[in-house]
């Protein structure tokens, strides 16, 4: 039986946090004062309807959407097999702890922590949430460069090279059938707005690849791009090639 507690009835809980911020790059340091047990972590930006501006309180409403989302979440992976126990100890946090993850650049977000108990054999929220707020930096343009090679391209093979002009700036890059590329797609912007909405693969510094299992006798297309914390930072660079017939 799952019995979620009343948001009123819910402990209040606090911790010493340090978020450093460097354009999108953000590193959380975070401490739980006078809670000894499991906490869990949300993080939720201003385009979602979970954020907490900045000297918002969680109301009673707020607290019981969290406890019915906590809920939600591990009903899911108890019809996978886990129990109560091994989810407490897989997905919550304990004592002082750090991580640093890259986030949407100039975007405020608000961090929710809250604490974890089991409650009728089941890990509940049980704690109302500890909120603390951030903006992340502005990512600027680069004058990065992005040279591309297409070598050894045979039937079904091909090395690609992508040589950007520094190893600082994260870029993404793929390749694909031109045929494939949208026909609305008619300029570079068009083209980075399309690429950007697919969860591409980043990369820094030079990349050598040898690709197999192309298609004889077809054209493909490379494009590569800076792209940092949700933001375009260059223009495209794109390389034709074709296969050879079988």
């Given at each position: 039986t799952i019995i979620t507690l009343s948001a009123n009835n819910f402990e209040e809980i606090a911790f010493d946090v340090n978020v450093e911020v460097n354009g999108p790059k953000v590193t959380y340091t975070f401490n739980p004062i006078?809670?000894?047990?499991?906490?869990?972590?949300?993080?939720?930006s201003e385009h979602e309807i979970m954020y907490l501006a900045e000297g918002e309180v969680a109301d009673e409403e707020y607290c019981k959407q969290i406890a019915k989302a906590w809920i939600d979440m591990i009903t899911i992976y108890q019809q996978s097999g886990y129990s109560g126990e091994q989810l407490?100890?897989?997905?919550?946090?304990?004592?002082?702890?750090?991580?640093?993850?890259?986030?949407?650049?100039?975007?405020a977000y608000s961090m929710n922590f809250y604490g974890i108990e089991m409650v009728d054999g089941l890990p509940q929220v049980t704690t109302k949430p500890y909120t603390v707020n951030f903006r992340t930096g502005v990512v600027g343009a680069s004058d990065m460069q992005i040279d591309i090679k297409v070598e050894n391209c045979y039937v079904r093979v091909a090395d690609i090279t992508l040589t950007p002009t520094n190893d600082v700036d994260p870029y993404?890059?793929?390749?694909?059938?031109?045929?494939?590329?949208?026909?609305?797609a008619t300029t570079d912007e068009l083209i980075i707005e399309w690429l950007a909405s697919y969860n591409l693969s980043s990369y820094i510094g030079s990349v050598t690849t040898n690709v197999a299992n192309l298609n004889p006798d077809t054209e493909y297309v490379l494009y590569a791009f800076g792209y940092y914390g949700g933001v375009v930072t260059t223009g495209l660079f794109s390389y034709e090639f074709k296969t050879e017939p079988e």
């Amino acid at each position: 039986t799952i019995i979620t507690l009343s948001a009123n009835n819910f402990e209040e809980i606090a911790f010493d946090v340090n978020v450093e911020v460097n354009g999108p790059k953000v590193t959380y340091t975070f401490n739980p004062i006078d809670w000894e047990g499991k906490y869990y972590i949300d993080i939720y930006s201003e385009h979602e309807i979970m954020y907490l501006a900045e000297g918002e309180v969680a109301d009673e409403e707020y607290c019981k959407q969290i406890a019915k989302a906590w809920i939600d979440m591990i009903t899911i992976y108890q019809q996978s097999g886990y129990s109560g126990e091994q989810l407490l100890e897989l997905m919550c946090l304990q004592g002082a702890d750090s991580y640093s993850e890259l986030l949407e650049a100039d975007t405020a977000y608000s961090m929710n922590f809250y604490g974890i108990e089991m409650v009728d054999g089941l890990p509940q929220v049980t704690t109302k949430p500890y909120t603390v707020n951030f903006r992340t930096g502005v990512v600027g343009a680069s004058d990065m460069q992005i040279d591309i090679k297409v070598e050894n391209c045979y039937v079904r093979v091909a090395d690609i090279t992508l040589t950007p002009t520094n190893d600082v700036d994260p870029y993404i890059a793929t390749f694909l059938r031109k045929s494939d590329v949208p026909s609305y797609a008619t300029t570079d912007e068009l083209i980075i707005e399309w690429l950007a909405s697919y969860n591409l693969s980043s990369y820094i510094g030079s990349v050598t690849t040898n690709v197999a299992n192309l298609n004889p006798d077809t054209e493909y297309v490379l494009y590569a791009f800076g792209y940092y914390g949700g933001v375009v930072t260059t223009g495209l660079f794109s390389y034709e090639f074709k296969t050879e017939p079988e």
